[in-house]
Each structure stands twice: as structure tokens, then as C-alpha cells.
């Protein structure tokens, strides 16, 4: 899953990102407003995290005009502001959760979570043949035996589980699991998948992604 953070303080900036890194997400980040609004709208994020005072363009603003091209991706608001009328307004501009500063990354880390549940179809288990994959725990089992995969290789796995029963394209994998910083090349995908199929072969949950030639790759419903 891919997020973009527009923050401008860099100390909170790089805290969330590399937070969210560990959790095997795609980060980008956008240091003021109008910036953050433009990749908003190039790119195609799963969630986006908006501070609320920001250089160039309010977090409200960034918020409000996201929203018209982009009524369903989860935005958080970061906010030092916690009157009633403030968290209101909030709401109102399309934020579909905030969160108060100063906050523990694990409390935005499960607001993250709830947001994605609720954007996507799913509960916090993604299951396929005798794969299962349980987002809170940052655990993979195969046939209920523990498969140990890297950062890419689980969130690989993450999007194509979400994704099951649709033929997901290189570009669509791309734009989902890698950052910005990605230089492209959609071999790597091929690579990838590969490290994953060997380490899902290895614990008996065989032919589980399966290759749509010219196209990309897609877990079928079973
Ligand atoms: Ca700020």
C-alpha cells in the first residue's frame, strides 16, 4: 500500500515515514501544500496523511480540492487542533479520521489500518488458498507454518491478496508498492515475485500467484 505524507516538519516527516516503511508501506512525502496536492493527484495512493497547517496550501484546502478528483481514498488529518468546532471542520473538508499532535506513531499506524479496512472490502485477515496474511501481527502463514518474507516481498503479497480475483498490471503493482524514487523498471516486479512464489512453494502453498503473460500477475478466487 502506498502513502503520501504532507508535512512539513521534517523531525515528523521522516518519523512517520520511516515508520510506515517498517511496516512494509510505499512513502512518499510532500513538505508543503501545493506540492502535496500535485502528487496527490499524479499518483495513485491507497491513503494519503495531511498536516493540517502547512506552507503554500492548508491541509483543509489540500483536502478539500483531493477530494473532488478523489472521493475515495482515506485521508488523515495531522492537527495540533483539538477544539470541537476544529475537528468539525475537519470532517467537513473530507478528512475521513484525524489525529491529535503531539500522537504515538502506533495509534496513527491503527487509525491507518481502519481506514484501509474500510477502503478496500476486507477484514485485517487476507486469505488465499493455504496463505494467510494477518496485517496487525505482520504475520504470513502457509498450511498455518510461518513464512518469513522481506518488506517488498509482504507488501507484494499484501496488494495481491487485496486484489484477489483481478489480473493486477506491473504499473498498477508499481504505483501501489513502490515510492516515487522507483526508477521504473518493471522487471523487478518478475524478480520479486519470484523470491515470493519460491518462499510460498517451499511451505506447500504451490501455484498460488498465478502469471498473466503480457499483462501482470493475479491470485485467483478459489
Ligand atoms: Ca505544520
Redesign the pocket.
Known amino acids: 500500500m502506498r502513502v503520501l505524507i504532507i508535512?512539513?516538519?521534517p523531525g515528523i516527516a521522516n518519523f512517520l515515514k520511516e515508520g510506515l516503511e517498517e511496516e512494509c508501506f510505499a512513502v512518499d512525502v510532500a513538505n508543503n501544500g501545493r506540492e502535496g496536492l500535485s502528487m496527490a493527484l499524479s499518483n495513485d495512493y491507497d491513503l494519503l496523511v495531511v498536516?493540517?497547517?502547512?506552507p503554500g496550501l492548508s491541509?483543509v484546502e489540500v483536502c478539500r480540492q483531493f477530494r473532488k478528483e478523489c472521493p475515495q481514498v482515506p485521508v488523515i488529518f495531522?492537527t495540533a487542533k483539538d477544539t470541537l468546532d476544529d475537528v468539525i471542520f475537519g470532517l467537513e473538508s473530507g478528512a475521513s479520521d484525524y489525529i491529535k499532535k503531539p500522537f504515538a506513531f502506533e495509534g496513527l499506524l491503527a487509525r491507518i489500518r481502519v481506514q484501509l479496512r474500510t477502503s478496500f472490502s476486507g477484514n485485517p485477515l487476507l486469505q488465499a488458498g493455504g496463505v494467510e496474511m494477518n496485517l496487525a501481527a505482520h504475520r504470513v502463514t502457509c498450511n498455518g507454518k510461518d513464512v518469513l518474507l522481506t518488506p517488498k516481498e509482504f507488501a507484494l503479497l499484501e496488494y495481491l491478496l487485496r486484489n484477489r480475483g483481478i489480473v493486477c498490471t506491473r504499473s498498477r503493482i508499481i504505483e501501489h508498492v513502490w515510492d516515487i524514487h522507483f526508477d521504473a523498471d518493471t522487471s523487478v516486479i518478475d524478480v520479486y515475485v519470484n523470491f515470493l512464489r519460491k518462499k510460498l512453494d517451499v511451505s506447500g502453498c504451490t501455484d498460488l500467484i498465478e502469471t498473466v503473460r503480457g499483462v501482470g500477475y493475479v491470485i485467483r478466487e478459489k
Open positions: 508535512e512539513d516538519e498536516d493540517w497547517l502547512l491541509g495531522l
